[in-house]
């Protein structure tokens, strides 16, 4: 996996808009992807996945859009609450990865202000 | 989902000294790794965690100082060898292909370890 340095990009929003984190990745090969959510002391949350067949999908107040001509994935977040204030994590892995193994960005980190 | 438990959940340990740390997955899973992730960063890959054989470990880390076991389906541990304030860090076990979903990766709360 990827580490940036301690200052995480930090995304903004006030409660009850709309956030959208925004992920970039660079192999071509990967076909499966990953958002994940952390909040302060606690282990990486699964929150919505996405195969290279598809370029939306929707679960509860989250989206994720995939756009693989520029290889970019992004995670929209409907209604933002407090409790959505986390880092931010996307993963990918490729078929042809024998170990599957996830490679992880460097993540972002949503505040929402009351 | 695979509901993954660590233990323990936090340490303060002597530099020189070692410290294993358990993972528990509440279904056999196919494949499970150990991460570690420095504060404020994004998480590394330290090995990929083999039933009934040798870790495969990724660049940077070595069997020596970083043994692990996985000796079932739903159990592993790993150990931190001869620490330094360097091994300070949250050390996180991840599973996959539990219970269908072949594909989907969860983790465990982590292992908050602090050397002296």
């Known amino acids: 996996g990827e580490s940036v340095g301690l200052h995480l990009p930090t995304l903004s929003v006030q409660e009850g808009d709309n956030s959208i984190i925004n992920c970039a990745y660079s192999n071509s090969a990967s076909d499966y992807f990953i958002w994940y959510k952390q909040e302060s002391g606690k282990g990486p949350q699964f929150i919505i996945d996405i195969r290279s067949n598809m370029d939306k999908r929707q679960g509860q107040r989250v989206t994720v859009l995939l756009n693989k001509t520029v290889k970019h994935l992004s995670l929209q977040i409907a209604a933002t609450q407090p409790g959505d204030s986390a880092v931010y994590f996307c993963?990918?892995?490729?078929?042809?990865?024998?170990?599957?193994?996830?490679?992880f960005g460097g993540g972002t980190r949503l505040m929402v202000k009351p | 989902s695979a509901v993954i438990s660590q233990k323990p959940s936090r340490d303060i340990c002597q530099r020189g000294t070692s410290l294993t740390i358990q993972c528990q997955v509440d279904s056999q899973v196919t494949m499970m790794f150990w991460y570690r992730q420095q504060p404020g960063q994004s998480l590394t890959l330290i090995a990929t965690a083999n039933q009934g054989s040798e870790a495969t470990y990724e660049s940077g880390f070595v069997i020596d100082k970083f043994p692990i076991s996985r000796p079932n389906l739903t159990f592993s541990t790993l150990t931190v060898s001869n620490m330094s304030p360097e091994d300070s860090s949250i050390y996180l076990c991840?599973?996959?292909?539990?219970?269908?979903?072949?594909?989907?990766?969860?983790f465990g709360p982590g292992t908050r370890l602090t050397v002296l």
């Open positions: 993963a990918e892995t490729p078929s042809n990865n024998a170990g599957n193994m996830l490679t």
């Open positions: 991840s599973a996959r292909g539990a219970g269908g979903h072949g594909d989907t990766q969860y």
